[in-house]
């Protein structure tokens, strides 16, 4: 028997602003409104599989797939990837599903790819949430390397990167670091970064998330509690969830407390 939970995994081709994409995607019908996952740097749509798990999502609508640059999505130049192209294929792939209103997860590069997603189609998002995205210029710990150790040579850089994520001290640091030459390619750093940076330090991010008219949740791990902008987020209406036992990956170090906290916010935000 077929469980009618699976995943089905699949290939889009797309072109976006002139550059061919063959986008890995994997997705699940359902009878209650879709959920769009978008997942952070050197990470792939797998961080989001275990959806199919948990039976409070039973009978929900799934899309999730690999940003370009990540995964086993192809791309014809890495060189055009930015924040704001991520966000173009993410609703190019909502229309072939032929979605039109869903709730939205991001985390990290996903959950900025989210925000200006959720800004140019507000509308259409039902809920939001925000899993560790980036709202200020505090959030580039990992961004901001391609500034802070430049090297002309890509490979050369992610060799170091991920040197320095593997002796990082929060939680899942090295399991993320491990995997990372064999989710990312390496061309696609410089691009994705100097634009997370660009948009954190330039953009008026943590206006534009607490300005959405959706139920928004921020989710960050308990290690984050000191982010300077909780109590605005709070203030502002923003439903806060702190994962325990968890850095800025709680889908690899907490991820029963992080799926529990996703589907009851979103199964409040339907009322």
């Keep these: 028997m077929i469980d009618s939970n699976q995943l089905t995994k699949e290939f889009i081709p797309l072109e976006v602003k002139g550059v061919q ?3 890995a995607s994997m997705h699940r019908e359902g009878k209650r409104p879709p959920i769009l996952f978008l997942h952070g740097f050197g990470s792939t749509k797998e961080d989001y599989a275990d959806v199919a798990c948990y039976p409070q999502f039973k009978d929900r609508r799934i899309i999730a797939f690999d940003a370009p640059g990540c995964g086993e999505t192809q791309c014809t130049d890495l060189s055009s990837l930015s924040i704001p192209f991520l966000r173009q294929v993410a609703e190019r792939v909502l229309q072939c ?3 039109e209103r869903f709730h939205l997860v991001g985390h990290s590069m996903g959950g900025l790819s989210a925000l ?3 800004c140019g ?3 259409s998002v039902l809920s939001f949430t925000n899993i560790k995205g980036n709202l200020a210029p505090e959030d580039c710990f990992l961004s901001r390397q391609i500034l802070e150790y430049p090297s002309d040579d890509p490979n050369v850089f992610m060799q170091e990167f991920v040197e320095r994520a593997w002796q990082d001290t929060t939680f899942s640091s090295p399991l993320y670091a491990a995997s990372l030459p064999y989710k990312v390619r390496a061309e696609a750093i410089a691009p994705i970064f100097c ?3 660009d948009l954190s330090d330039n953009d008026e991010l943590l206006e534009k998330f607490t300005r959405l008219s959706c139920a928004r949740m921020f989710v960050y791990g308990e ?3 000191s982010l300077s902008y909780l109590s605005t987020l709070m203030k502002r209406g923003v439903q806060l969830a702190e ?3 968890s850095g800025h990956f709680p889908m690899y170090s907490n991820p029963p407390a992080l799926w529990a906290r996703i589907s009851q ?3 409040r935000s339907e009322g």
């Design 116 to 118: 200006l997603l959720a």
């Design 243 to 245: 994962i325990e036992h």
């Design 121 to 123: 189609i507000g509308d």
């Design 223 to 225: 290690q984050y509690r």
């Design 195 to 197: 634009s997370m940076v």
């Design 21 to 23: 994409l063959r986008v």
């Design 265 to 267: 916010f979103i199964d």
């Design 97 to 99: 599903h032929g979605i």
